[in-house]
């Protein structure tokens, strides 16, 4: 086995981590994914709300412009620019969430690793890795060559 056949030494488990613990890490890894899946879509729906009320800005001026004059100026009173929730656009709420929760579970998902793991990250798969790879066969490489 060549050592480029191997993990690096990122991704092997330090001295004294036992299963257990790798798989409570491996959870928690998970746990995080799944906020940052959130995360993407709490962007999503900022960029949509956004794009949506341009939309409708846009729709008032055409509706303005084709003489419903009325209907365009409620629309714009209601709705253009309004907070998606109270006191709050999307902006907002994005910033609340990166700054509180978001943030928050980062840091103690770097902390645990730190405490069991020496820092190490993705052991869990790393070591699934090895466990399903065809050792030896091209395209099942431990880590690009040269690393």
Known sequence: MTNDDTPDNSHRRPDGVDDATVEALGKLSEALETVEHARGQLYAFHRLTGAADLALG?????????????????L?????????????????????????????????????????????????????KEDRRTHGRRGHEARPSGT
């Not at 509706?63 to 004059?69: E, I, T, V």
């Not at 907002?92 to 730190?114: L, P």
Request: zero cysteines; charged letters at 35%; glycine letters at 8%.
């Open 58 to 74: 846009e729709a008032v001026d055409l509706l303005r412009a084709a003489g419903h004059d009325e209907i365009a100026s409620e």
């Open 76 to 128: 714009n009173e209601e709705l253009v620019g309004r907070n998606v929730i109270k006191g709050r656009w999307t902006f907002q709420i994005v910033e609340d969430y990166d700054d509180g929760y978001y943030s928050a579970f980062r840091q103690a998902e770097a902390s645990a690793r730190a405490l069991l793991a020496d820092g190490r990250r993705h052991l869990f798969e790393a070591e699934m």
